[in-house]
T-cell receptor, first 113, second 112 residues
Framework: SQTIHQWPATLVQPVGSPLSLECTVEGTSNPNLYWYRQAAGRGLQLLFY??????ISSEVPQNLSASRPQDRQFILSSKKLLLSDSGFYLC????????????FGPGTRLTVT | QQQVKQSPQSLIVQKGGIPIINCAYE??????FPWYQQFPGKGPALLIA?????SEKKEGRFTISFNKSAKQFSLHIMDSQPGDSATYFC???????????FGQGTRLTINP
């Protein structure tokens, strides 16, 4: 089965600073990859998904961008963070042999101060 | 039409009770309905899933009931325990879709 790694686990950044969150996946190849954000006590908001290297679909217009430089690497970035960017960021991908089953990484807790 | 509506938003049940969380959908193309369990500070974990060719699926103390004609599905937790206290999300997808559509989540508390 695949393993999803996210880095860092927690992050505190000032408003206006840049952001880079990394997601890497082991045990699968050419997976669909997803970035979700979860505000405190709220649901899961799909931000971006990617079906392959360099292919990014954005779900909501916002202050964030995503890139997929390698098959199993998905990066979430921002040039200037806003207070509203605070939240729990989750990377996800389907099971290798069961594409319907989506699995989530451990998440990154971002606090913008 | 892509929405999945989940209720209630929060639920408190005594230990041993049977909490029921409901979800409704509009898109009849959906053919996969998973439930996720999320503990504080953790990513959601796939709990149980059902396809519309069956009306019920059980895994341990967790049961999904599915009503295709009503376009509704629900999660039941038998003999609930304090350790089941978590946020639960329903979701839906269909073959060829690139993503899951999630419900808004239910915060479940099981009191001892």
């Amino acid at each position: 089965s695949q393993t999803i790694h996210q880095w860092p686990a927690t992050l505190v950044q000032p408003v206006g600073s840049p952001l880079s969150l990394e997601c890497t996946v082991e045990g699968t190849s050419n997976p669909n990859l997803y970035w979700y954000r979860q505000a405190a006590g709220r649901g899961l908001q799909l931000l971006f998904y990617s079906v392959g290297i360099g292919q990014i679909s954005s779900e909501v217009p916002q202050n964030l961008s995503a890139s997929r430089p390698q098959d199993r690497q998905f990066i979430l970035s921002s040039k200037k963070l806003l207070l509203s960017d605070s939240g729990f960021y989750l990377c996800a991908c389907p099971a290798r042999d069961r594409p319907y089953e989506q699995y989530f990484g451990p998440g990154t807790r971002l606090t913008v101060t | 039409q892509q929405q999945v509506k989940q209720s209630p938003q929060s639920l408190i049940v005594q230990k041993g009770g049977i909490p029921i969380i409901n979800c409704a959908y509009e898109n009849t193309a959906f053919d996969y309905f998973p439930w996720y369990q999320q503990f504080p500070g953790k990513g959601p974990a796939l709990l149980i899933a059902i396809r519309p060719d069956v009306s019920e699926k059980k895994e341990g103390r967790f049961t999904i009931s599915f009503n295709k004609s009503a376009k509704q599905f629900s999660l039941h937790i038998m003999d609930s325990q304090p350790g089941d206290s978590a946020t639960y999300f329903c979701a839906a997808s269909f073959q060829g879709a690139q993503k899951l559509v999630f419900g808004q989540g239910t915060r479940l508390t099981i009191n001892p």
